[in-house]
């Protein structure tokens, strides 16, 4: 037979990126206490001594290197096991392999795509210099969601099947975000509907006329391509955060350096503050554009109502996952992972309070919403107050964070979370 049988190999990686990621997840302490009444910030200890400089040292080497390396490992996994799935598709093609080869590849592709936004929800809680500049380009590259565009991927399809764009060899590096990325394999892997999605004047003309099986391959083989590009773009993001030895110093390194001559960063202060900066992740995308705007709380584009066509993941049912994810990364940042966290900072400055208020709010928010037995989608259709409550939970952990923790460290709300009053 022309193409070998990879599924054995195929469950090999995929169970060892699995049981890191299970490592990753891990978290430091919790604890169950709440908030009381009478709290004052005249009460605390603004004459700290606490070494800012070994907060940012544990959440650097601790919290975001490991998320970050731990992608780029499930980010290659992913590659591969996709690679195998179109293997089988193609030899189905050729009248080859088997169909039930076909399916346990595919599973196994589609088991990878979660294993890598599983890893890959993590970091979108740590998005930093290398992630933010030039308008998120490297992030959006990775997963550019909530920007997504089908018809944009089922043209795309196309054009690397003849390897052509107006005139041109096809280069996915020069593609716009929107027809790659973590959200363009979502819909190639998870959706089974093979008719092309484009309305409008362009459309892949000779598409909806092609075999079901040559359709299977041509998405599977751009599939492969668009996670080969998640795989280098998450090696640039290793490069930009630890550097190279040579001519990039790495974003890392320079946040550690606060303080010193030649750093870009004044004090300590400054770097915890722009550490916090990323926390603010769960007002602006986990609270509002995957909560809010399905529940219609927000303006979306079914009026203001629950909507649950525009949940985040919704050709994998992953939503709740992602939510899930932000909010065991977030747990992180602030209890430390077993080092020195957001936590220790506001218990060091006399806000034991606040420091055991979002303990317990997060313990909250994840039992609620690792007890839901739908997907989100299916929970916004049967029971909305369910997903009302989990907003109403999420929301005490961002009231918190924009007002008691912020003004307990003497930190600056970044511009994006302020006046989100959902």
């Not at 977030?330 to 806000?351: C, P």
Request: with cysteine.
């Amino acid at each position: 037979m022309k193409y070998l049988n990879t599924l054995s190999f195929s469950k090999k990686i995929l169970s060892i990126a699995l049981s890191s990621i299970f490592l990753l997840s891990a978290c430091g302490e919790e604890t169950t206490s709440s908030s009381g009444a009478g709290f004052s910030t005249e009460d605390l200890n603004t004459n700290t001594d606490f070494d800012q400089g070994k907060l940012i040292e544990n959440i650097v080497d601790n919290v975001i290197t490991p998320t970050y390396q731990q992608f780029a490992t499930v980010a290659a996994v992913q590659k591969q096991v996709i690679n195998d799935y179109c293997q089988q598709e193609s030899a189905l093609l050729e009248n080859e392999g088997s169909a039930e080869q076909v399916n346990d590849t595919k599973l196994l592709a589609q088991a990878g795509w979660r294993n890598a936004m599983n890893s890959w929800q993590h970091a979108e809680m740590m998005q930093l210099s290398p992630l933010l500049i030039s308008d998120g380009a490297l992030r959006n590259n990775i997963y550019s969601w909530p920007i997504q565009n089908t018809c944009g991927v089922d043209l795309d399809v196309t054009y690397f099947k003849i390897n052509s764009v107006n005139g041109q060899p096809y280069d996915i590096a020069n593609r716009t975000a929107s027809r790659k990325s973590m959200v363009a394999l979502e819909y190639l892997l998870f959706n089974e509907n093979l008719a092309h999605t484009c309305t409008g004047l362009t459309v892949p003309e000779t598409w909806n006329n092609q075999t079901d099986q040559y359709r299977k391959v041509a998405r599977c083989e751009y599939a492969v391509e668009v996670a080969s590009d998640i795989e280098l773009n998450s090696q640039a993001l290793l490069t930009a955060w630890l550097g190279n030895g040579t001519d990039v110093v790495g974003y890392a390194n320079e946040l550690k350096a606060a303080g010193t001559e030649g750093s870009e960063f004044e004090t300590d202060h400054n770097a915890v503050n722009k550490l916090s900066d990323a926390l603010f992740y769960i007002e602006g995308f986990t609270k509002s554009a995957k909560l809010a705007e399905p529940l219609g709380i927000q303006f979306n584009e079914c009026g203001s109502q629950v909507c649950p066509e525009i949940v985040e993941s919704k050709y994998s049912n992953h939503s709740l996952e992602n939510i899930i994810n932000n909010l065991r990364a977030f747990k992180q940042l602030i209890q430390g992972n077993g080092g020195i966290g957001f936590r220790d900072y506001l218990i060091d400055v006399g806000d034991t309070i606040t420091a055991d208020s979002l303990d317990a709010d997060i313990d909250q928010v994840l039992a609620s919403v690792e007890a839901y037995q739908l997907s989100l989608a299916e929970t916004l259709e049967s029971n909305p107050a369910q997903v009302e409550q989990t907003h109403t939970e999420v929301k005490s952990i961002t009231d918190t964070l924009k007002s008691d923790f912020i003004n307990s460290l003497a930190l600056e709300l970044p511009v994006t979370a302020a006046g989100d009053n959902d």
